[in-house]
DNA sequence: GTGGGTTACGTCAACGTTGACGTAGGAGGA
DNA sequence: TCCTCCTACGTCAACGTTGACGTAACCCAC
């Protein structure tokens, strides 16, 4: 104890006093390397146990020639959105394989938190970064980058060279999700969006002309609704969507908060079961609800785990050219996108 | 650049040599400390700048007297349910404010897990912990809280003595939900509860007893299922209960995932609109659902919030007897809970 | 002009650990 | 016997930073 009666952590001095030895015999013996006989690496190992010595990782990693925290940060925009959740864990997974611990944090969509959060994340050495871009502010990004920082961006690509990337099949799935609906008879198909400076948002929006184009259908501005942040403001755009003289048939929403916003929409009109949807991103309950939500599914551990695959190759020295993988998401009929049009 | 092509972080020694000051003077600037006159911070800053250094926190926080890392732990059950997603948003939220960083963990449920986990955390020397205790397997943790560590305990209370708390109304809650069944006639109002070893399963599974008691209703063995981990489980002690020659028509669900796979065993038998249910914990979408899903809603952010504060009280030095904070749950009624006894 | 205080620096050692290197003692071969 | 090599230690300095303390220069009052 100390003066504050705070407990002091033992250290390698105490453990080699105790088993009289040389401090760099203890090192020797905690590292398990070569150069202790026998006898002393038991005493060290009573010593360290009697004395409930841990080593400090912090000072071994300032020592230390490789300079390894075995802490990673990850930046998503918002850890309690289950999306970002789900990645998290799943990179979490990887890291544990590594023996590597993750330092989490939400951007909110935020370009100056961005910047604190990774220079936060910088000035603590992590190894390396797993993060969701904030949309259209990456310079901060590519000067961590550029610093060497071993980065990966997740969900959004980078718009800088020389970083790798996991990204889901946006633009392709969208334009099946519009499809798949036109195949059903409708030709009036709204798209419903996140903020249009989101990189997502905008390959959604693409492949829904893409999917208009391939069914021969002609683009209406009136159907189309952008900028939605929220639930909320998805509800209210959907909502003005059925005072149209000619409202949508179908509509396809491109995040799954915009998603869950059409859905009241629909069901305070009692719409639901007349008009068609198809959102991007799965959500829990999305097959108990009648009818049950037809979504383009991402696979968020195949999304996270290649990522952590990735910033762990980096930091392992790994020098080839950028990686930009792509996962393919998965078009779950549950009924919601099967309503034909009327 | 070393010899491997990789960039050396600069030093205050680099800055120092540039702006021609000694680097105790390099750390005064960067720590905005007196004793360094106008121009001298001019050059200091400038220099910092042009190399863009950062300082090297944990270096600082090995040589610094209050020791500190600015960092916390924070271990949870499952990073991906999205209660304990809600959980550590809250408590990254609070950490920011003061300029606090999460390192955060899944335990899984897994003692052997938990104690790595927590051994992992205290190698990095984080400032405190707030953990969700593994069921029934605390000593781990309060062997690391013998030694010093901040630590609060979140959603489940510590088994051993001196250690803070924060967790949710779950014998009370549960009593009234039981009691607002019963008020609508059902006489017949089972039970469904996650592990037994869980402290919230137990005191929900009292709050039961209590309701039922205060209903001047008898307890049914048959009716009483518990043990059951995962939507899968609950979903298949559900359905046992229909094929009871007097079967619930009540259910009272004590964890979210149990909830929903009851709420699959309703649905697949065509149940939903005829027998009651509650559920413990709130979950998206429970509103949406036909009909709404009556549960009691935990006030997340509170819980975190208050965690939060309870670890840097500690941290600051706080030495008060432990608090063991109770955060009020409420119940929200959607439907599902106002279906009366047939 | 001398004493006392303040300001703006600098020097030194230490936080806990590890890389580089030194050394005593024994084994083994010529 | 002497030389070499190996093993099992030890010593020393350094990682990047900061606390303790030293000191030169200057101000102000008596």
Redesign the interface.
């Known amino acids: 104890m100390d003066s504050?009666?705070?407990?002091r952590?033992s250290t390698m001095r105490d453990v080699a006093a105790l088993a009289k030895v040389s401090i760099k015999t203890v090192s020797r013996v905690i590292n398990d390397l070569p150069g202790a006989g026998p006898e002393v690496v038991e005493r060290v190992r009573a010593a360290a146990l009697s004395l409930?010595y841990?080593?400090?990782?912090?000072?071994s990693?300032?020592r230390r020639s490789d300079r390894r925290?075995?802490?990673i940060g990850v930046l998503l925009e918002?850890?309690?959105?289950?999306f970002?959740?789900?990645l998290?864990?799943a990179i979490?997974?990887r890291a544990?394989q590594n023996?590597v611990?993750?330092?989490?944090?939400?951007s909110e969509d935020d370009p100056d938190l961005q910047r604190e959060l990774v220079?936060?994340?910088?000035?603590?050495?992590v190894d390396g970064m797993v993060v969701m871009a904030v949309g259209g502010h990456q310079d901060g990004l590519q000067q961590e980058r550029e610093?060497?920082t071993p980065m990966v961006l997740v969900d959004r690509p980078p718009m800088f060279d020389g970083t790798d990337s996991v990204t889901t099949t946006n633009r392709d799935s969208s334009r099946e999700a519009v499809l798949h609906l036109a195949s059903l008879g409708h030709r009036r198909i709204s798209f419903l969006g996140d903020r249009k400076t989101l990189w997502t948002s905008q390959e959604r929006y693409t492949g829904y002309l893409e999917g208009l184009a391939h069914a021969g259908l002609t683009l209406r501005e009136e159907l189309v609704r952008t900028d939605l942040h929220g639930p909320g403001a998805a509800e209210a755009a959907a909502a003005t969507l059925f005072d149209l003289d000619e409202p949508p048939t179908a509509l396809f929403t491109a995040q799954n908060l915009v998603t869950?916003g059409a859905?009241?929409a629909l069901?305070a009109r009692e719409l639901h079961r007349r008009v068609a949807l198809i959102g991007f991103d799965d959500?829990?309950?999305a097959d108990?609800?009648?009818p049950g939500v037809t979504v383009l599914r991402q696979d968020v551990p195949a999304l996270g785990r290649k990522a952590a695959e990735l910033v762990f190759d980096r930091i392992r020295?790994d020098?080839s050219a950028p990686t930009h993988a792509v996962v393919p998401a998965t078009l779950v009929h549950r009924g919601s996108g099967e309503i034909p049009s009327h």
């Open positions: 504050r009666g705070v407990r952590e409930g841990r080593p400090n990782l912090t000072a990693s300032l925290s075995a802490t918002d850890l309690s959105n289950p970002d959740a789900a998290l864990r979490e997974d544990r023996d611990l993750v330092l989490a944090g939400s220079t936060s994340l910088a000035t603590r050495r610093r060497g869950v859905m009241r069901r959500f829990p309950l108990m609800l009648e020295g020098k």
